[in-house]
Structure formats: structure tokens, C-alpha cells
T-cell receptor
Framework: EAQVTQNPRYLITVTGKKLTVTCSQN?????MSWYRQDPGLGLRQIYY???????DKGDVPEGYKVSRKEKRNFPLILESPSPNQTSLYFC?????????????FGEGSRLTVL | QKEVEQDPGPLSVPEGAIVSLNCTYS??????FMWYRQYSRKGPELLMY????GNKEDGRFTAQVDKSSKYISLFIRDSQPSDSATYLC???????????FGAGTRLAVHP
């Protein structure tokens, strides 16, 4: 089954404790991206990657890091989480060359930073 | 001003009603418009995609773009309880698949 898998789905942590949210896709997609979803603000892009070893900032990259060492994986790293990073996070992927705006999303990771 | 504005609702309608969901956008250069549907505790999934102006129909769903007024709409005919979800409008800004989303409208269709 074609899918984007995120882990963990739910996480409660404390300020300053480094964490990683993993994302893996099995569709051989070149493009991957991370979004955060907050009430009233919709989905905002954090980082994206056009291919292996190619990453770039989205609209709200502060406090986040990413890496793309393999095509299928695109982890999101919070080096020192703060309460304003409490949010619902989505990883998404799509094939290169398409321009229909079709992103395939994971099921989301709900993060609470105390 | 946000690039894509969407009324968050919630919108509650009886089964069988016609639903109209709307967004406005600010940049006349936008040409690709999408509607995503997001069920509770799930990720968004693409529902419909349109290019430039005009209508596109898919079963009970019709997407409409009016570039002169920078207005995009999604109509749902004969709405069903299974249509209860959050609907997000989106457009592509600049680079490849860089989507800008509206805040989403929560729809509840009650039997």
C-alpha cells in the first residue's frame, strides 16, 4: 500500500529535550516536505526537499532541522523544543515533475511541549 | 493579508443539502487551485484540482475558480454524513509544489 508513515503519532515532551519525528514514504517520490497545522493558521511549510541531500527552508523553519540522506526518509529534528512548537505535524511527499499540487500526507504527529 | 483566506466555520448542514465552501486569494498570478479533504485524526488528501478559471466536476463535487474576483469555491451536492470533514483550499505559489493552504473549513453533515 502506498503510504507516508510518521512516528511517533503522539508525543508529550519537555522544553529543551531533543526529539526527532521520523517520516518514510514507499512511493519512490523525489519531493518531501514537512508542515505544521495550527488552529486558524492552516498548514504552514517548515522545510522541503527536492531530492536526496537537497533541502530548503519553508515559511516557518525556525527551531527545526531536517536531513535527507535517503530518498524514502525525511526526519524532522527539534534540537531544543519550546512550547510554541506544540502543534500537529504532517510529512508529505510527491513525485517530481508533477504540477497538480497533489501531495500525499502522513497521518500526522501531535506534539506537545511542556 | 494572508495569501489564501478561508472561513473556518464550522458549517453544519442536514443530509442532502447543497454545500458551498469558499476561499479568496490575493495574488492574481496564482493559477493552480486545489481542494483537500481532511478527516478527523487523518492527513489531508487531494479532492480536486483545477487550473485557471472555470468549473470542474467530479461526481457530487464541483470546483469553481473565478480569477476576476480571486474567488474559489467547492460545491457538494446531496451532501452525506461521510462528507463531514475539514476542507482546505490551496494554491501553488512560485516553486514546484509549494502549496499555500487556507485555514480550512470544518463541515458537519447530520442525518
Amino acid at each position: 500500500e502506498a503510504q507516508v508513515t510518521q512516528n511517533p503519532r503522539y508525543l508529550i515532551t519537555v522544553t529543551g529535550k531533543k526529539l526527532t519525528v521520523t517520516c518514510s514514504q514507499n512511493m519512490n517520490h523525489e519531493y518531501m516536505s514537512w508542515y505544521r497545522q495550527d488552529p486558524g493558521l492552516g498548514l504552514r511549510q517548515i522545510y522541503y526537499s527536492m531530492n536526496v541531500e537537497v533541502t530548503d527552508k519553508g515559511d516557518v523553519p525556525e527551531g527545526y532541522k531536517v536531513s535527507r540522506k535517503e530518498k524514502r526518509n525525511f526526519p524532522l529534528i527539534l534540537e531544543s523544543p519550546s512550547p510554541n512548537q506544540t502543534s500537529l505535524y504532517f510529512c508529505a511527499s510527491s513525485r517530481q515533475g508533477g504540477n497538480t499540487g497533489e501531495l500525499f500526507f502522513g497521518e500526522g504527529s501531535r506534539l506537545t511541549v511542556l | 493579508q494572508k495569501e489564501v483566506e478561508q472561513d473556518p466555520g464550522p458549517l453544519s448542514v442536514p443530509e442532502g443539502a447543497i454545500v458551498s465552501l469558499n476561499c479568496t486569494y490575493s495574488n492574481s498570478a496564482f493559477q493552480y487551485f486545489m481542494w483537500y479533504r481532511q478527516y478527523s485524526r487523518k492527513g489531508p488528501e487531494l479532492l480536486m484540482y483545477t487550473y485557471s478559471s472555470g468549473n470542474k466536476e467530479d461526481g457530487r463535487f464541483t470546483a469553481q475558480v473565478d480569477k476576476s474576483s480571486k474567488y474559489i469555491s467547492l460545491f457538494i451536492r446531496d451532501s452525506q454524513p461521510s462528507d463531514s470533514a475539514t476542507y482546505l483550499c490551496a494554491t501553488i505559489s512560485g516553486g514546484y509544489n509549494k502549496l499555500i493552504f487556507g485555514a480550512g473549513t470544518r463541515l458537519a453533515v447530520h442525518p
